[in-house]
């Protein structure tokens, strides 16, 4: 069993301020960093997927970085709303593409 | 295509009893996943289908659980004569070998909404 820890285990953010959290993951053996967006009652939504040290990965106000060689992983929200009210999952492949180790996720709520 | 669509989306059972959840992934994708989440845990890996064959179990997967993809489309998991600790979100996901945007060539995957179960 893979040690994904996602760190803080929930934040609350006022609308419009920007927030981040982190994704930490064993560092060897890396194949891809996934994030993924579980809104309360709906399927969890892919959001990046990264397999380069270094990555950067930006959709819309939200975007992701990459560190391989210390195993962690960062996750921005800019000018938070509250449509970004939701769980923030990562996930970690060791070696193949296929098997995912979660972490237990991150939940935002934002206030309006 | 609607997504990846799990029925029945809720299942309550008594301990003992027999109960079979369906998946149907994208149409066009050849991986089959399934996971499970317990209350503050994340999912946990369970199984996974490459088109009808079933490629690895977790040791999480007791004798009592059985998967099944027959003809490589729609997949069942069965668990025989439920425990309460297997109380838990049954997850679905679905993928496909192609690339994914920028070419990367990681699997992304698509997820149902789950098949929750609650063991009395």
């Known amino acids: 069993i893979l040690n994904v820890e996602q760190s803080p285990q929930s934040l609350h953010v006022q609308e419009g301020d920007s927030t981040n959290f982190t994704c930490s993951f064993p560092s060897s053996n890396f194949y891809a960093l996934h994030w993924y967006r579980w809104e309360t009652a709906k399927s969890p939504e892919a959001l990046f997927v990264m397999t380069l040290n270094g990555d950067e990965k930006k959709k819309g106000r939200i975007s992701a970085t990459l560190n391989t060689k210390e195993g962690y992983s960062y996750l921005y929200i800019k000018g938070s709303q509250p449509e970004d009210s939701a769980t923030y999952l990562c996930a970690f492949s060791e070696g193949s593409d296929y098997k995912l180790s979660f972490g237990a996720g991150t939940t935002v709520t934002v206030r309006a | 295509d609607t997504g990846v669509s799990q029925d029945p989306r809720h299942k309550i059972t008594k301990r003992g009893q027999n109960v079979t959840f369906r998946c149907d992934p994208i149409?066009?994708?050849?991986?089959l996943y399934w996971y499970r989440q317990t209350l503050g845990q994340g999912p946990e890996f369970l199984t996974y289908f490459q088109n009808e064959a079933q490629l690895e179990k977790s040791r999480l997967l007791s004798d009592r659980f059985s998967a099944e993809r027959p003809k490589g489309s729609f997949s069942t998991l069965e668990i025989q004569r439920t425990e309460q600790g297997d109380s838990a979100m049954y997850l679905c996901?679905?993928?496909?070998?192609?690339?994914w945007g920028e070419g990367s060539g990681a699997n992304v995957l698509t997820f149902g909404a789950g098949s929750r179960l609650t063991v009395l």
């Open positions: 149409s066009e994708h050849n991986r």
């Open positions: 996901a679905s993928s496909t070998t192609k690339f």
